[in-house]
């Protein structure tokens, strides 16, 4: 059996938009990514990390441990041996405490990299493969999240391809999730219940197809 560890925030830990809800696993995109691909007959196992308001390298001023790179090398050594890890993160990066914009989100993705391969795993065990998937664009802010977002929109302009530039430089797989859905038109950021449907089947394709199991 493969581990894939999911490395992310409050978009794959399945938020209802505009609610303090959670999806079930198998309704959110790494349980419909995981049961897609054992469908297709690989063994894998998905292990989720995601935490709500969670930055690539940014602390939040108001919540402890959302600073992505804290911590993740131990989470590598916890979980390892892994096949692979996904991360999904960069819209918590456009929060209003931040003056962000793609190319700086795109670095502390690129910072995460090469945290990872440079875990203290295992003698003997693997360095996973990366996928970097970047998150559907930001869409103007609605709801409970609206202050904390203001002008997300504009800041997060070209993350997808920001992020594209640093899979090819880190040799790192790549996907972007704004080509297969958008972000909720509830909230602007999050998943809708369909949405992460359709994500974690595209995902679990493109894994199929890139990387070897």
Not at 71 to 84: F, H, R, T, W
Not at 161 to 171: D, G, I, M, P, R
Request: charged share 20%; glycine share 8%; proline share 6%.
């Amino acid at each position: 059996m493969n581990q894939i560890l999911v490395y992310s925030d409050s978009l794959t830990w399945g938020i209802i938009p505009d609610t303090r809800e959670r999806l079930p696993f198998k309704k959110r995109w790494p349980g419909v990514f995981e049961n897609t691909l054992n469908g297709l007959g690989k063994n894998i196992r998905v292990i989720e990390n995601c935490l709500n308001g969670r930055r690539t390298t940014w602390r939040d001023p108001f919540k402890e441990g959302r600073d992505g790179s804290q911590g993740l090398a131990q989470v590598i050594e916890m979980y390892s041996p892994l096949k692979l890890v996904i991360l999904m993160l960069g819209s918590n990066d456009f929060q209003c405490t931040h003056e962000n914009n793609a190319w700086l989100s795109s670095q502390g993705t690129a910072k995460l990299i090469q945290i990872i391969r440079q875990a203290p795993i295992e003698p003997g065990m693997p360095i996973p493969e990366i996928m970097i998937i970047a998150p559907p664009p930001i869409i103007k802010p609605k709801g409970v999240i609206a202050h904390k977002f203001e002008g997300a929109e504009k800041r997060c302009i070209g993350l997808a391809s920001a992020l594209e530039n640093v899979a090819k430089e880190y040799s790192a797989h790549f996907f972007n999730a704004g080509n297969v859905t958008e972000a909720s038109v509830v909230d602007g950021i999050h998943l809708d219940e369909n949405q992460h449907q359709t994500l974690g089947k595209a995902i679990a394709y493109a894994v199929s197809e890139n990387t070897a199991f």
